[in-house]
């Protein structure tokens, strides 16, 4: 424990990525004796948008909220800012895990350098994995399941294309440069954050 230790977490929209590493928590940090914060990027600037989070780049974000949620997205320099501000944040002994970035392949060398700046190592990136389908018809629910609108399916396949021409690029690119792991998420919800806790203690256990 020298210092921050960074895992990255990607995979499609709807792979259930964010909620069972929220469950898993809890078992990684007993099974590693570490803090770990989870960074959902996405999720972070929405809060950022709505004033329920204060940071450096509020007014810069508010002001480019209305990108958020429509598959539009914020400049690269700006999120590359705030996923900056909240390393430094972390526990300098802890856990962080960067949930949807980075996203494109040109954020990579920024991370690094920010990364490497601030004291924190890079371990791995992990990837929840799910056909095609999956993905689809979770997305199209998820309104439903939170009592929101429900998302059309013209809007969810937009969404899944965006992630087949950047993130999953970007996440080839990481998985060359880092050891790579991952999980099957087209499973039983109890079994993903089963399988994605293991994975994440196994990273953290058996690190250089």
């Known amino acids: 424990m020298d210092g921050r230790d960074i895992i990255l977490l990607h995979g499609k929209p709807g792979s259930g990525k ?18 770990v914060h989870h960074l959902s990027v996405g999720e972070y600037l929405r809060s ?38 909240c390393i430094a944040s972390s ?7 960067i949930d949807g970035y980075p996203k494109y392949e040109e954020q990579i060398p920024v991370l690094k350098n920010n990364a ?9 990136i ?8 999956v ?21 969810a396949r937009e969404r899944l294309i965006d992630h087949s021409k950047f993130a999953q690029n970007t996440t080839n690119v990481l998985a ?8 099957n998420g087209n499973q039983s919800f109890n079994s993903v954050v089963e399988e994605l806790g293991q994975a994440v203690i196994a990273v953290l256990t058996n690190k250089s």
């Open 18 to 35: 964010s909620s069972c590493l929220r469950a898993a928590t809890p078992a990684i940090e007993r099974g590693t004796s570490r803090s």
């Open 176 to 183: 060359s440069a880092y050891p790579y792991v991952e999980v």
């Open 135 to 155: 993905s689809l018809e979770r997305i199209t629910s998820r309104g439903l399941r939170q009592g929101e609108s429900k998302v059309s399916i013209d809007t």
């Open 116 to 124: 490497s700046v601030l004291g924190a190592k890079i371990l791995a």
């Open 126 to 133: 992990t990837q929840v994995v799910v056909p095609d389908e």
């Open 91 to 97: 526990n300098p002994a802890g856990v962080i895990v």
């Open 48 to 85: 950022i948008a709505q004033g329920l989070i204060k940071s450096e780049f509020s007014d810069n974000i508010i002001a480019n909220s209305s990108d958020l949620g429509q598959n539009k997205h914020l400049p690269h320099e700006l999120v590359n800012a705030v996923v900056a501000e």
